[in-house]
């Protein structure tokens, strides 16, 4: 079947990175129907794409029966708070549709016969023993820390995704999504990039947690969002049934990015140090040795080239 007639569900479409794959996706031919109950969306990311013919937005919230017209061939899964500030927030809103939301989403796809992928999460790692973190690596998980609303929820969804797979024969991927950052995030959400970002650019100091010497290793939206794309459409196959990790291996500190922020903007701002929160990981950097081998995928932007767009995005957002 060509692209041209193929038919994408994307929940949480009007979110971050749904937004971006709704793009994408829409550019490569597909029609894409956008789920987002707008908890944490926001219908500015696809206001362009009201317009087109081939795309669809309903509200809806997919931890509810999920009713769609006419024949799907790929349903993908995103929705969820993301962001620590999101899920601490929103606890019960993070499990539900990690749990009951995914397995709406799976029954969904099991109906049509579609292809189903599933957005995790570097943090079902948690705080990792190893690193850089392969997809065989078990976690080092607190369940009843207050990071664990996240990090079970997308345990959970991973779970009941290879069980859809292996009891249903439904045709399922397993992304694992490392720190991602670029235009359309939300200047409030917590995210480290989007903090240093908007502090620099309000003259406040940034803030970092203990010395700042915990890594991340941050990912530029188009890279992710191509590595995204390219495991939907690999071949159905035994490679693809265990996680594949979609993130930038550049592993750098927290300071770091702060310093480099404060550079990229030009801004007078300070860095201030506040205590460590809770279970925060220490380090987080993936191994991309199955998505280079699998998808022929590796991320072509450095930080600090990604850098430049997403302070553009702020500057016209943040005042």
């Not at 997919?62 to 606890?91: M, N, Q, R």
């Not at 190893?130 to 009843?144: D, H, L």
């Not at 022929?296 to 990604?306: A, S």
Request: with cysteine; glycine share 8%.
């Amino acid at each position: 079947m060509s692209e041209s007639s193929k038919r994408a569900v994307v929940t949480g479409g009007a979110g971050f990175l749904g937004s971006h794959l709704c793009d994408h996706l829409l550019g490569k031919g597909y029609d894409v129907v956008c789920l987002d109950n707008l908890l944490t969306g926001n219908t500015d990311n696809i206001a362009h794409l009201s317009g087109s013919p081939k795309f669809k937005f309903i509200k809806h919230d997919v931890t509810e029966y999920i009713v769609i017209d006419g024949p799907v061939h790929a349903v993908l899964h995103f929705a969820s708070p993301a962001s620590p500030v999101d899920y601490l927030e929103k606890p019960i809103q993070t499990l539900k549709v990690g749990s009951l939301g995914t397995h709406k989403a799976l029954g969904l796809a099991k109906a049509k016969k579609a292809r189903f992928l599933l957005a995790s999460t570097s943090e079902v790692y948690g705080d990792p023993l190893v690193n850089p973190q392969q997809e065989t690596y078990w976690g080092n998980v607190n369940p009843i820390g207050p990071r664990g609303v996240y990090d079970e929820a997308k345990r959970f969804a991973e779970a009941m995704t290879l069980a859809y797979r292996r009891y249903h024969g439904l045709d399922t991927r397993i992304v694992r999504i490392f720190n991602t950052y670029g235009p359309r995030m939300r200047p409030q959400d917590g995210r480290v990039v989007s903090n240093f970002i908007v502090q620099a650019l309000q003259k406040k100091p940034l803030t970092i947690y203990g010395e700042g010497n915990q890594t991340r290793s941050f990912c530029y939206v188009s890279d992710l969002i191509n590595g995204i794309v390219r495991l939907l459409e690999v071949d159905n196959s035994k490679e693809v049934e265990m996680p594949v990790n979609i993130g930038n291996p550049e592993e750098r500190t927290v300071r770091y990015l702060a310093e480099l922020v404060l550079k990229l903007t030009g801004s007078s701002s300070t860095i201030v140090k506040e205590p460590l929160p809770t279970d925060d990981p220490r380090v987080r950097c993936p191994d991309i040795t199955r998505a280079k081998g699998l998808l022929g995928w590796q991320p072509e932007y450095l930080v600090e080239r990604g850098l430049a767009p997403t302070i553009e995005y702020f500057k016209r957002i943040v005042t």
